[in-house]
């Protein structure tokens, strides 16, 4: 199989090497064997081996680090001459969900820090293919990410339930982070039905933007009183149908 890659700090790598946690994601995932999976950053293959376990109908490993990529092929060769593993060199930050063939996808990774809020913002722009996720993130941003603090708090939340399921502590992890981490569950739960995904992220971004203004110093006063909102109340004080009730209006 070749020895281990070194993990590169620029990437944000770190081994999730707990059997018991991994084998706990994989389970959260509520994998069947007519599922076809994406997983994030695969790195090593811990994960990917619970996965395989549950014997996905195929498995799809987004990937960007080369050397990870070279390692995969050769511990997972079996499953990869047979295309029960696809391997896609790709940024998951980026990656268009529309690209893989599957109707339906559940999406698994244990996220890199610095890029696991534009990998989850991928996800929702895509939450009609993907009805289920399962990420290991930093402690911090899942409890962000569940409560109303941010643009992006607010988009997941109106497309997908937010499951907190554990909480991961540093010394599960090679190398070891600073932080806790958290697993949590997305399980798609659609609020409004919108036709714009990416004028509806402008909206947000625009409302959360210098937080401590108040929202009549970013949208006309006639709008928030039409939505019954106080032009003095500020975007963390609103709760997630106000967002969305706002945006209709502001739209029609």
Do not use: C
Request: aromatic share 10%.
């Amino acid at each position: 199989m070749g020895q281990r890659p070194r993990l590169k700090k620029r990437l944000g790598q770190h081994l999730l090497v707990s059997p018991g946690v991994l084998s706990k994601i994989a389970e959260f995932a509520e994998i069947s064997s007519s599922d076809a999976i994406v997983e994030i950053g695969p790195g090593t293959g811990n994960l990917t081996e619970e996965i395989l376990k549950r014997n996905p109908k195929k498995l799809y490993l987004l990937e960007i680090d080369e050397e990870m990529i070279f390692y995969l092929k050769e511990r997972f060769r079996p499953f990869v001459q047979e295309e029960k593993i696809i391997l896609l060199k790709a940024d998951a930050g980026e990656f268009n969900y529309s690209l893989i063939p599957e109707e339906e996808i559940k999406v698994l990774g244990n996220l890199p820090y610095n890029r696991a809020s534009l990998i989850v913002e991928r996800v929702v722009f895509h939450f009609q293919q993907i009805p289920l996720a399962v990420f290991m993130v930093q402690k911090e941003v899942a409890e962000r990410w569940m409560a109303i603090e941010s643009w992006l708090s607010v988009f997941i939340q109106t497309f997908y339930s937010v499951e907190y399921l554990m909480t991961v502590p540093p010394r599960f992890f090679v190398p070891r982070p600073k932080v806790d981490s958290a697993v949590i569950r997305l399980k798609r739960d659609i609020k409004a039905t919108l036709e714009d995904l990416g004028d509806y992220k402008s909206f947000l971004v625009k409302l959360f933007a210098n937080p401590r203004k108040a929202l009549r110093a970013k949208l006309p006063t006639e709008l928030l009183e039409k939505a019954n909102i106080s032009p003095l109340a500020r975007a963390e004080e609103l709760l997630l149908e106000d967002f969305i009730r706002l945006y209709s209006l502001s739209r029609s």
